[in-house]
């Protein structure tokens, strides 16, 4: 059920409609300052005088997705000068001559923490294996600066961009945030400007559910894709009530039974399935967010 403080009154409808607003001004302003001075500490630090960098934010914040309770700001440092690549099958891709410059991934991660730690002194904390995380302050908000290289992978029709990160415990990752904004804002368009307000009530629900006990924490990413995954149509109601309760049964009744062969879920850049051995979530934590939610909501 929702909880009101003592004395006030209010609709589920106008509570989910609140729910639909991003962060609030001063919430965007301490975004934009942390994002504005990490892009400070990267340009002022010398040794990468040499080298070709293209800094830009990620996930939920570039994506107007964020909510105040996930507010810090994800930057990726993407040094150009390289690039990793795989192809989907042998001799789809003729390589080029190799690289042989310094940027290695050791030496980009090390010059990043050196550049941020003479910014922000005794605010980084450099223990992670995939981020350098600097922690907030009362004008800031938290940030991960994520060392990456360029990627490509090649396939028989064409490739995809995206960026390779090497963590330090010897495991690497792809990612496409260039096509997850681009979906987001495609589907966006599509379901008439509902698509990314449905996404903060979901999330904005699941930080709510996580303060009062009433389920556990998830990933905000994961969220974002339950609601990609819902077909536009959901989104096509006249209440914030009516769309979430189909979202909810949507994301149910497709959740049930084991992954399908065909017609798999996927994440929002629409280049991973959502759901694969090893991923930080399963089918089952879709299906247990989508009952926990409607039993909060007091659904019937």
Known sequence: MIVFRKGESMSLEDKLSGWTNPSSDTEQEKQDRTERMIREAIGSHAPFNNCTLKIYTKGSYANNTNVRSDSDVDIAVECTDVLYWDEAESGTHIPGKPYEGIWTPAKLRSEL???????FPNQVDD????????????ARVDADVVPCFSYQYYMKQGSRSGTKIFKTDGDSIVNYPAQQLENGIAKNKQTGYAYKKAVRILKRMENAMTADGTFRKLPSFFIECLAFNCPNSVFDHSTWTACLREMLVHIWNQLQGEEPFTERWVEASDCFYLFYPGQKWTREDGRGYAKAAWNYLGFK
């Open 113 to 119: 923490v050196a550049a941020l730690k003479a910014k």
């Open 127 to 138: 223990t992670g294996t995939t981020a350098i995380q600097i922690n907030s302050s009362s």
